[in-house]
């Protein structure tokens, strides 16, 4: 029977593959069926874990102080000699073998037979050792899904993984496996997860609760990640449609290449600035595929991501230096870290300092936890300054929320740039300095700002959180968030003026400038610079050079004075229309 879910697509694309179950705290013990070539990965896979779990009942042994009853010692190496048993051990590696099966399954599928062997045993003392047994076999399992911390393996491609949540590491780690798309049954459109899935062109779904309660492992799920519709075991004529659907997806992209070589420039002679955000060195391929006019955001924090420690001055370096040869004399805007919410990694929360709170979006993050930390802060200050060396190099700072961030900030450099100059080391001695204006008191106070800055970068993702109170990776609230809240519009449109009145350059690098139902909307209050994810630059090109800046203004204008969401939508719609 087919099943229908919805949820928030976050993604564009349809994919069509296997469902993959994952369960952090509870193993997924459905059948895979396997290549005969991971066969031998496999079994080693299931040693390595049983491995693992005698280590870890040994170490709950040594831990047992010497003056405990006998019995609870005698209990757990009952348990360790039980692994030993070829019953527990070999019996699951012939079915790996025999079956083509994970080991999770094998082992599932031994408890079931053990569990009536012993079920039938008159002796009811025997009969509820089957206990011990699923200590055994679960120790056994925790091993192998700790093991597979990896997060999948040769296995996942081409699959639907469905999780309950997922980080923006696990993200790169399914693009790596050749993932066909992701469900989750939580998170929103703004999560960094859901940013870095439709960079990397994963078509995926959030919030969709309780999901996995109805699909196994191993079903067909075809998801739409513009529409948020999910099927399961579709029938062959929703098949046909989902295919439809793609092939209409590919087609749409092809005819927007076309417009790669076309300048950027409106139908009334306004000539904009057409940048891309990136994350990872992927994003460096798209965006030289889009033929973007330079970088508006580089979310140098994604550098921590798979770190064990936090990256040395040399590996900013190396990472700035590689995205300047790329653009090839086109400006790069680096962030500088902008860790902290969901966004604070292995390698910084080992450092005692950086603890994950109750309030992270209000708590240490961005240019917070780099000057309460100046040994994050400096040596990337420090790779950025060199590599300005190279190339046309911004600063941007996060999460701007006072002048006197700002002024910290900016000594900082200074004295960075005495460091650098005493060491006899290049660096650009003009670099410009922005900062992201993503908290709604940085807009208020957007002209106090705009005296210390070089340029101002709108982050709708945060402004428009903060604004309207709602945490951006809860698909609870998802529904409010709303880019044309009265707000949200009249911030932006000060910020934009207040950029005018001081006559620095104000970008937007938030998902709204990426957003093609927004741009001309922006266009109209003013804003020219726009920055987004690669994969939606041609589109938003596509809709921009189409317009004309002049009917625009006055449209926008209206826009900022209505007073339903009716007369905006109406709004809307003429904006964009041609
Ligand atoms: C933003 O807040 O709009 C932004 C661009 O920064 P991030 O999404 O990385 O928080
Ligand atoms: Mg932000």
């Given at each position: 029977?087919?099943?229908?879910?919805?949820?928030i697509?976050v993604?564009?694309?349809?994919?069509?593959?296997?469902?993959?179950?994952?369960?952090?705290?509870?193993?997924?013990?459905?059948?895979?069926?396997?290549?005969?070539?991971?066969?031998?990965?496999?079994?080693?896979?299931?040693?390595?874990?049983?491995?693992?779990?005698?280590?870890?009942?040994?170490?709950?042994?040594?831990?047992?102080?010497?003056?405990?009853?006998?019995?609870?010692?005698?209990?757990?190496?009952?348990?360790?000699?039980?692994?030993?048993?070829?019953?527990?051990?070999?019996?699951?590696?012939?079915?790996?073998?025999?079956?083509?099966?994970?080991?999770?399954?094998?082992?599932?599928?031994?408890?079931?037979?053990?569990?009536?062997?012993?079920?039938?045993?008159?002796?009811?003392?025997?009969?509820?050792?089957?206990?011990?047994?699923?200590?055994?076999?679960?120790?056994?399992?925790?091993?192998?899904?700790?093991?597979?911390?990896?997060?999948?393996?040769?296995?996942?491609?081409?699959?639907?993984?469905?999780?309950?949540?997922?980080?923006?590491?696990?993200?790169?780690?399914?693009?790596?496996?050749?993932?066909?798309?992701?469900?989750?049954?939580?998170?929103g459109q703004l999560s960094h997860?859901a940013i870095?899935?439709?960079?990397?062109?994963?078509?995926?779904?959030?919030?969709?609760?309780?999901?996995?309660?109805?699909?196994?492992?191993?079903?067909?799920?075809?998801?739409?990640?513009?529409?948020?519709?999910?099927?399961?075991?579709?029938?062959?004529?929703?098949?046909?449609?989902?295919?439809?659907?793609?092939?209409?997806?590919?087609?749409?992209?092809?005819?927007?290449?076309?417009?790669?070589?076309?300048?950027?420039?409106?139908?009334?002679?306004?000539?904009?600035?057409?940048?891309?955000?990136?994350?990872?060195?992927?994003?460096?391929?798209?965006?030289?595929?889009?033929?973007?006019?330079?970088?508006?955001l580089?979310?140098?924090?994604?550098?921590?991501?798979?770190?064990?420690?936090?990256?040395?001055?040399?590996?900013?370096?190396?990472?700035?230096?590689?995205?300047?040869?790329?653009?090839?004399?086109?400006?790069?805007?680096?962030?500088?870290?902008d860790?902290?919410a969901d966004?604070?990694?292995?390698?910084?929360?080992?450092?005692?300092?950086?603890?994950?709170?109750?309030n992270p979006a209000l708590g240490?993050r961005g240019i917070r936890?780099?000057?309460?930390?100046?040994?994050?802060?400096?040596?990337?200050?420090?790779?950025?300054?060199?590599?300005?060396?190279?190339?046309?190099?911004?600063?941007?700072l996060p999460m701007l929320t006072s002048t006197?961030e700002i002024?910290?900030?900016?000594?900082?450099?200074?004295?960075?740039?005495?460091?650098?100059?005493?060491?006899?080391?290049?660096?650009?001695?003009?670099?410009?300095?922005g900062g992201m204006i993503e908290v709604p008191a940085a807009a208020i106070a957007a002209d106090q700002f705009a005296?210390?800055l070089?340029f101002l970068s709108i982050g709708t993702n945060d402004l428009i959180q903060y604004t309207l109170a709602i945490d951006r990776i809860d698909d609870q609230v998802d529904y409010l968030y709303d880019p044309l809240h009265p707000a949200v519009l009249q911030l932006i449109n000060h910020v934009i003026a207040a950029g005018r009145t001081a006559?620095i350059?104000v970008a937007m690098c938030g998902e709204m400038a990426g957003d093609p139902r927004y741009v001309r909307l922006l266009l109209g209050l003013g804003l020219t610079n726009f920055s987004m994810?690669?994969?939606?630059?041609?589109?938003?090109?596509?809709?921009?050079?189409?317009?004309?800046?002049?009917?625009l203004r006055k449209l926008a204008q209206s826009m900022l004075q209505a007073t339903s969401w009716e007369e905006q939508q109406s709004l809307l719609t003429r904006i964009n229309?041609?």
């Amino acid at each position: 029977m087919s099943l229908m879910f919805t949820g928030i697509g976050v993604s564009r694309g349809v994919a069509i593959g296997d469902a993959h179950l994952v369960r952090r705290n509870q193993v997924d013990v459905s059948a895979r069926k396997l290549t005969k070539r991971a066969i031998p990965g496999e079994i080693k896979r299931l040693r390595q874990a049983i491995k693992s779990a005698r280590k870890e009942l040994l170490a709950t042994l040594g831990a047992i102080p010497k003056d405990t009853g006998g019995d609870i010692a005698a209990f757990i190496e009952t348990h360790i000699l039980m692994l030993d048993d070829s019953l527990l051990t070999k019996k699951p590696i012939e079915t790996i073998k025999n079956e083509q099966c994970n080991a999770e399954a094998a082992l599932q599928q031994q408890r079931e037979e053990l569990s009536k062997v012993f079920a039938s045993m008159d002796d009811n003392y025997i009969s509820t050792r089957i206990d011990d047994v699923n200590h055994v076999i679960d120790a056994v399992l925790r091993a192998l899904n700790e093991n597979n911390e990896t997060f999948g393996g040769e296995h996942w491609k081409g699959q639907i993984v469905i999780a309950d949540d997922l980080t923006p590491a696990d993200t790169v780690v399914m693009r790596n496996h050749g993932v066909a798309g992701f469900i989750t049954e939580t998170g929103g459109q703004l999560s960094h997860t859901a940013i870095l899935a439709r960079s990397l062109g994963i078509p995926a779904i959030v919030g969709v609760h309780n999901i996995r309660e109805y699909i196994k492992s191993g079903e067909t799920i075809t998801l739409n990640g513009e529409s948020g519709l999910i099927l399961a075991e579709a029938t062959t004529e929703m098949l046909d449609s989902f295919r439809q659907q793609q092939k209409a997806h590919k087609q749409q992209l092809r005819e927007l290449s076309k417009i790669n070589d076309m300048q950027s420039v409106t139908r009334d002679g306004v000539r904009l600035q057409l940048n891309v955000n990136i994350e990872i060195d992927d994003d460096i391929k798209a965006m030289k595929r889009v033929h973007a006019d330079g970088v508006g955001l580089y979310r140098t924090e994604f550098l921590y991501l798979d770190q064990s420690a936090v990256p040395t001055e040399q590996q900013h370096f190396k990472a700035y230096t590689k995205v300047l040869r790329a653009l090839k004399g086109a400006p790069l805007t680096l962030r500088t870290a902008d860790l902290g919410a969901d966004k604070l990694f292995s390698s910084v929360l080992a450092n005692a300092r950086h603890k994950k709170n109750s309030n992270p979006a209000l708590g240490m993050r961005g240019i917070r936890l780099c000057l309460n930390d100046t040994s994050i802060f400096i040596p990337q200050l420090r790779a950025i300054l060199r590599a300005s060396s190279r190339g046309p190099v911004r600063i941007l700072l996060p999460m701007l929320t006072s002048t006197s961030e700002i002024v910290q900030s900016l000594s900082l450099i200074e004295s960075v740039k005495d460091d650098l100059r005493s060491e006899g080391s290049e660096f650009d001695e003009d670099i410009p300095v922005g900062g992201m204006i993503e908290v709604p008191a940085a807009a208020i106070a957007a002209d106090q700002f705009a005296a210390h800055l070089d340029f101002l970068s709108i982050g709708t993702n945060d402004l428009i959180q903060y604004t309207l109170a709602i945490d951006r990776i809860d698909d609870q609230v998802d529904y409010l968030y709303d880019p044309l809240h009265p707000a949200v519009l009249q911030l932006i449109n000060h910020v934009i003026a207040a950029g005018r009145t001081a006559n620095i350059p104000v970008a937007m690098c938030g998902e709204m400038a990426g957003d093609p139902r927004y741009v001309r909307l922006l266009l109209g209050l003013g804003l020219t610079n726009f920055s987004m994810p690669p994969n939606s630059l041609l589109e938003v090109k596509r809709c921009l050079i189409d317009s004309r800046r002049v009917r625009l203004r006055k449209l926008a204008q209206s826009m900022l004075q209505a007073t339903s969401w009716e007369e905006q939508q109406s709004l809307l719609t003429r904006i964009n229309s041609n």
